[in-house]
């Protein structure tokens, strides 16, 4: 059973860094991507960063060149290195796993609990 497991969030002031993290349990073997998404209050939730399994990765214009995602394979985990925060990062972000169990199966997909981050000015 496919598990994403979320910690790191916090507090923190405008121009700090947090990291966030995400484990996954079950089996791999289909993982196509896993990345990070984030919802605002009063907004819908956006990709803030993936990381597909071939490493390549993709960010919002929002954290380009501020937010680092990486991954450790050995232990299943992803990472988000948030730094040079702004208020307006603040939202639950939520770890996202896409599985695509074969050639013409349809892609699965899974979601974190969510984890909080407020950047405070």
Not at 37 to 62: C, F, M
Not at 102 to 109: G, T
């Amino acid at each position: 059973q496919v598990q994403l497991m979320e910690s790191g969030g916090g507090l923190v002031q405008a121009g700090g860094s947090l990291r966030l993290s995400c484990a996954t349990s079950g089996r791999t073997r289909s993982l196509e991507s896993m990345g990070w998404y984030r919802q605002a209050p009063g907004k819908e939730r956006e990709l803030v960063a993936n990381i597909i399994s071939d490493g390549s990765t993709d960010y919002s214009d929002a954290v380009k060149g501020r937010f680092t995602i990486s991954r450790d394979n050995a232990k299943n985990t992803i990472y988000l290195q948030m730094n040079l925060l702004k208020p307006e990062d603040t939202a639950v972000y939520f770890c996202n796993r896409r599985d695509i169990p074969c050639v013409d199966c349809r892609l699965i997909e899974y979601w974190g609990q969510g984890t909080q981050v407020t950047v405070s000015s």
